[in-house]
């Protein structure tokens, strides 16, 4: 089916270990997004990509690394899984940047003990 | 500094009842405006958007929206309130000629019978 998907969509791994995070998305959408959320802070942008091979920082990337060799993957890894990183995340797409509509994946929800 | 604000963390309406969901923005110019749904475990949907002309938007599931610049704000309404309305609103700014979008910390609403 066409659309944004992310998996795992549960994880549980330990303080230190790497873990990554997919986002696959079927339309080619130029841009993508990778959120967390949590209780009290809504959604936060840790990184954001226009096209395959730009990527940039968002509001929170401290601990996460991003790549985009495609334009319709875009990982998010945790180098050294902290507890602080235990959230939700979301990956998002749109067509372009802020004036455009962005289309949210269902969201992995990692645990870090 | 930009920022988005949902006063209310928490409203709760009984069905059939209408709603009105506060937003407010400190930009230097008119941002484009969102307003999204979480549904429990889910991604975000978009509602509807206002990107300038008319200043009360429609969008989905019987939802409108109005701008007011004097007042900097996009708040969000609905007449008459479905159980299946019970989810958590996030308003999202998007700077003119930027890329991303700034989510508010989203307002949870509760609908009693």
């Known amino acids: 089916d066409a659309g944004i998907t992310q998996s795992p969509r549960y994880k549980i791994t330990e303080t230190g270990r790497q873990v990554t995070l997919m986002c696959h998305q079927t339309?080619?959408?130029?841009?993508m997004f990778w959120y967390r959320q949590d209780l009290g802070h809504g959604l936060r942008l840790i990184y954001y990509?226009?096209?395959?091979?730009?990527?940039d920082k968002g509001e929170v990337p401290d601990g996460y690394v991003v790549s985009r060799s495609k334009t319709e993957n875009f990982p998010l890894t945790l180098e050294s899984a902290t507890r602080s990183q235990t959230s939700v995340y979301f990956c998002a797409s749109s067509e372009r940047g802020s004036s455009y509509e962005q289309y949210f994946g269902p969201g992995t929800r990692l645990t870090v003990t | 500094a930009q920022s988005v604000t949902q006063p209310d963390i928490h409203i709760t309406v009984s069905e059939g009842a209408s709603l009105e969901l506060r937003c407010n923005y400190s930009?230097?110019?008119?941002?484009?405006l969102f307003w999204y749904v979480q549904s429990p475990g889910q991604g975000l949907q978009l509602l509807l958007k206002?990107?300038?002309?008319?200043?009360l938007v429609q969008g989905i599931k019987g939802f409108e929206a109005e701008f007011k610049r004097s007042q900097s704000s996009f708040n969000l309404r609905k007449p008459s309130v479905h159980w299946s309305d019970a989810a958590e609103y996030f308003c999202?700014?998007?700077?003119?000629?930027?890329?991303?979008?700034?989510f508010g910390k989203g307002t949870m609403l509760l609908v009693s019978p």
């Open positions: 339309w080619s959408h130029s841009y």
């Open positions: 999202a700014v998007g700077p003119r000629g930027e890329s991303t979008l700034t």
């Open positions: 990509s226009a096209a395959a091979d730009i990527t």
């Open positions: 930009y230097g110019a008119t941002p484009y």
């Open positions: 206002y990107f300038s002309g008319d200043t």
